[in-house]
């Protein structure tokens, strides 16, 4: 009797055994695999970041031809060649990786974004009419918003950077895109606050100091405002004024404008001595 009981009971240690091992087995393949997935998005992440631009496009381009159906490497070549100014040949990698199945929305925004530093505006706002209204993202409105502007429908325009700035919490950029939309319609108060507000967002944001600059100028107001600059910005801002001031008649004030730009800049002011120059000289410029 012992011997026929104890052949079931080693059949059943040796089945809960083999159990065991592939269990084990299992854990391990799925421990390497993450190890392995970690691994590939740790260096597609410093690839898109602090790489050089051109490697990762190198680096993307053999992963994505040694893996064609993997959509990381897609959006990892796509993103590259944005970083590298190629922005035509990214054009066709945000087209590929819209294309597979495993594409979203935000894969489609960021398409449309190509396609807009391609200067492809028309396909961009097809793009961008493909994408659900239910997908609300500061991106995709920040684009909406230049589309519109492209297309001078200003209401649209208007909306979609008020959208676009309630969700993010960086905003500077976009209201000085914003601003220069009001800039270029003649809305030069409208203008000025935005530039404002921008600045008041991030004080180092030098294109927004110079916008609110033109916009103080094409309102004859030549006062520098009170914002924060170092002495070669001032000098640059001075410029940027005493141009704006000659083109629109102003030309004595322009004059003393650039003798001031000359003055503030701490080296040598080569385009304002140039323009100051050619004023003296008659010469237009």
């Not at 700035?165 to 606050?193: C, F, H, M, Q, V």
């Amino acid at each position: 009797m012992r011997h026929f009981l104890f052949v079931p009971l080693c059949l059943g240690t040796a089945i809960t055994l083999a159990g065991c091992t592939k269990d084990r087995d299992a854990e391990v393949e799925r421990a390497v695999q993450d190890v392995i997935t970690t691994d590939e998005n740790n260096l597609n992440s410093i690839m898109l970041t602090v790489a050089d631009p051109e490697e990762a496009v190198s680096y993307f381009k053999r992963a994505s031809a040694e893996q064609p159906d993997k959509i990381s490497f897609r959006r990892g070549l796509a993103r590259s060649l944005i970083r590298a100014k190629h922005n035509t040949e990214a054009v066709g990698a945000w087209k590929k990786v819209v294309e597979h199945k495993e594409a979203t929305n935000d894969d489609k925004v960021e398409y449309a974004d190509a396609l807009i530093r391609a200067s492809e505006w028309d396909h961009a706002e097809t793009v961008l009419n493909g994408v659900p209204p239910t997908f609300e993202t500061f991106k995709r409105y920040r684009l909406e918003a230049m589309v519109a502007d492209k297309n001078q429908a200003w209401d649209k325009s208007d909306s979609f950077y008020e959208t676009a700035i309630g969700l993010t919490t960086r905003p500077a950029t976009t209201l000085n895109n914003w601003g220069y939309s009001k800039l270029s319609r003649g809305d030069y108060g409208g203008a000025e606050k935005l530039f404002i507000e921008a600045i008041g967002y991030d004080q180092n944001l030098f294109t927004a100091k110079n916008n609110l600059v033109l916009a103080r100028a094409a309102q004859r107001n030549y006062q520098l405002p009170v914002m924060p600059m170092d002495q070669t910005e001032r000098a640059q801002l001075l410029h940027t004024m005493a141009l704006s001031a000659i083109k629109q008649g102003d030309v004595a004030t322009g004059k003393g404008l650039l003798e001031e730009a000359i003055d503030t800049h701490p080296q040598h002011f080569d385009a304002a001595a140039r323009a100051l120059k050619a004023l003296d000289s008659n010469v237009k410029f």
